[in-house]
Every structure is written in C-alpha cells, then in structure tokens.
C-alpha cells in the first residue's frame, strides 16, 4: 500500500511528573516519576485501575496534556517543549482511538475519514483514493456513505483507526479503545490494530484497565498505580513472573482458572489456628513442565498434590501452564520452596480449613 513505512517512532517517558491544580488551592498529584521506553515498531499496554494516570500519561504524547516535570520524547522531538506551530507538525505523527469513537455524526464514513485531510488542507484530488485506500485497510468499503448511527461499535472503531491514520502516523494511541465493545469484536479490533502494527511499522501505544487486551495484543507492557509505573517489561514475563502486587491482582482474573466452589467456600486469606491446607498457583513456561515436578514432589519428598484446576494460557505465540493445588499446610511451604528453586513461580491464593 502506499502508505507502508519503514518504522515508527520511539516515545521515551523520562522521570514525568504532572500535577493538576486541585480545589482549594491544593493540587493533586496525576504522576510520580514516571520513565518508559517505548520501543519503535512495538505494541506496548498500560494497564492501570481508574484514576491510576493512564489517560493523563497517553495525552501527553499528543501534547494535549503537558508535564510538570520531566520529558515527553516522540522520536526526536521533546513534547512539552515544543511550541505551538511545531505542536501541531508532530502532533501529525500520532494519530489518536478513542473508547467512544468520537465521530462526527453528521459526517459519513467517508467523511469521518476525510476530515483530518481536509482540515490539512490536502487536495481533494489526493484525498478520495487516499481515504478510499484506508476504508478498504479497515474492511468498511461497502459502509463507506453511512453515517455513524447506522453502524455497529465494531464498525465505528474501525473508522476511528482509518481516520486515526490518515495522516500517515508514526505512532497510534489507543485510549480503551475497545473498551466499550463486547468481547468477539473486541477481538476483532484487536486483530486489526496487530495487522497495522505489521503491515505499517507504527508503534502503538495503549491504555487499558483489562488484563486480556494486553495479554492478547502487547509485547511489552507496563502497570500503573496511583501515578507511578509498578512494573514494566515484556508481557510474557509479567505474565509469567509477576513482581507487583497490583500486577498479581490484575493477572488473577485472567488466568482462566476458578476454584472448585466447595475449595472456595472455605478459603481464607490468612492461616488460621484451623487451617488444614494452602492453596497456590503453580505458573510453569517453556521449559518446566509441572508433571515430573509435581510426581518428584511426591516421590522425593512425599508431599501429596491435590490439583485443584489447570488451564493453559498464550502470550503472544508463547504458551504457558497454570495450575491450582492444594497442600498439606505442614509441607505447603517447603514444597513451594522446592518449586521455586527448580524454576517454577508459586503464588499463595489463600488457605483452606
Ligand atoms: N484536568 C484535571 N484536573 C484535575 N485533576 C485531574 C485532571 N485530569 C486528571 N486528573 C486527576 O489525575 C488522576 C489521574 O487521572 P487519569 O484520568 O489520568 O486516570 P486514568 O487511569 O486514566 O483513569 P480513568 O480510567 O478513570 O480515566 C486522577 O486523580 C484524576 O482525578
């Protein structure tokens, strides 16, 4: 297509602080020290609860939001320094999605896409097959004269993304992008954002509060709480090997594992002077299967297992295993440490009476 590009550009968030003027004079604090390499070409997800700074810290990328302290770069560029005039030339680099679509009503899907071009002041010669080209990319050729009340969420996103492109960006912010969609066109969506990352080069940059989007989508990722980045690196390692909290509690919902009701019934979260049995998730990846492991924890230290459910996850083109068990709460903590020394990742998950 002739809209290929070789590459997209980096954005390096470098000890990014940013406060807001609070009531009564006070302020409130978005962002604490916030740096992260974005690397060029990547689809990188920030997850983080409401509140937590995501849309503060995407806005920044655009200039729509400025830093306190610290700086924004995208590629070259220092964005909270750049003046109005060159704020608007790179803010044509970075093309925007948004979770409500944020179309022109009165505009068809056409005339959605065809806006920022006409606002450049784009030919319009150059802009029919331009904007023809981008319906196609997106799969809306045959929707092009509706207007937006006449199509599904799916199908408004998608002229989201073809708008969001027409400017030939070198990065694509997503702000819960499918946020508002249902989970197969969720999919959909998120398979066609993946296709542009490849086909174009661009790095995608986005916010999310749902595990699955990142895990299905993001090569690196990062976590955010109360304005700070707890976690970041690639997401199969995260998924894998979490180290924060926030990020545990995040993963546990989408691990695809549920607890039989009569285990979870009588889980508690902390031992008590009656509990039996600990609860643990076993987290094993490439080379560790569990199988010999869990047998030599029986046959070499005569720990019994109770598997309590299992289930295999994929990051990216990488699967790896979970499983819930059960141990005796006098051996829980040695089998666990046997685990962990042979390159396992254990997680208590409560305690059972
Ligand atoms: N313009 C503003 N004025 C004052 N406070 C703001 C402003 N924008 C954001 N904040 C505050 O900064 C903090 C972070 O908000 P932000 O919208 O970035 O979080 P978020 O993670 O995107 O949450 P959500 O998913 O709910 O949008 C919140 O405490 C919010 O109230």
Same mark, same amino acid.
């Given at each position: ?32 020290? +916030? ?13 983080? %609860? ?6 503060? =810290? ?29 704020? %608007? ?19 068809? +899907?056409?005339?959605? /896409? ?8 784009? $030919?319009?010669?150059?802009? %029919? ?21 006449? =199509? ?16 030939? $960006? ?52 990062? /976590? ?23 990020? %545990? ?47 030599? =924890? ?9 598997? =309590? ?5 994929? /990051? ?8 819930? +068990? ?25 305690? /059972?009476?």
């Amino acid at each position: 297509m002739s809209e290929a590009q070789t590459s997209g550009a980096a954005i390096r968030f470098d000890n990014v602080g940013k406060s807001f003027p609070g009531k009564d004079g006070g302020t409130v604090t978005a962002l604490t020290g +916030v740096t992260l390499d974005v690397a060029p070409g990547s689809i990188t997800g920030i997850i983080g %609860r409401s509140g937590a700074g995501k849309s503060t =810290l995407i806005r920044m990328v655009n200039g729509l939001e400025r830093p306190t302290s610290g700086r924004v770069l995208v590629g070259e560029h220092d964005i909270g320094a750049a003046r109005p005039a060159q704020l %608007r030339e790179i803010r044509r680099d970075v093309g925007m999605i948004f979770q409500h679509f944020n179309l022109l009503a009165s505009r068809t +899907v056409f005339g959605n /896409v065809a806006l920022p071009l006409e606002i450049a002041g784009t $030919p319009r010669a150059e802009i %029919r097959p331009r904007v023809e080209e981008l319906i196609r990319r997106v799969g809306l050729e045959k929707l092009a004269d509706r207007y937006p009340a006449e =199509l599904s969420g799916g199908q408004k996103q998608r002229v989201g993304i073809a708008r969001a492109l027409t400017t030939q $960006p070198k990065v694509l912010l997503s702000d819960e992008a499918t946020s508002a969609l249902d989970p197969e066109t969720t999919q959909t969506v998120l398979a066609l954002l993946a296709e542009i990352n490849r086909d174009l080069g661009l790095t995608i940059l986005l916010i999310t509060h749902e595990m699955a989007v990142v895990r299905d989508i993001a090569s690196h990722m990062a /976590v955010i709480d109360g304005g700070r980045i707890v976690e970041q690196g690639e997401t199969y390692r995260i998924f894998t090997r979490p180290e924060h909290p926030t990020t %545990r509690s995040f993963l546990s919902g989408v691990l695809g594992l549920t607890l039989p009701r009569f285990i979870a019934e009588r889980m508690t979260p902390e031992a008590q002077t009656d509990t039996t049995a600990e609860v643990f998730r076993i987290t094993f990846a490439g080379a560790h299967a569990t199988d010999p492991m869990l047998a030599r =924890l029986t046959s070499e230290l005569g720990i019994e297992v109770n598997i =309590l459910a299992g289930a295999i996850e994929e /990051v990216g083109a990488h699967p790896f295993g979970n499983l819930l +068990v059960s141990i005796d709460i006098a051996r829980a903590a040695e089998a666990r440490a046997y685990l962990d020394r042979h390159g396992l990742y254990t997680e208590v998950q409560g305690y /059972v009476r």
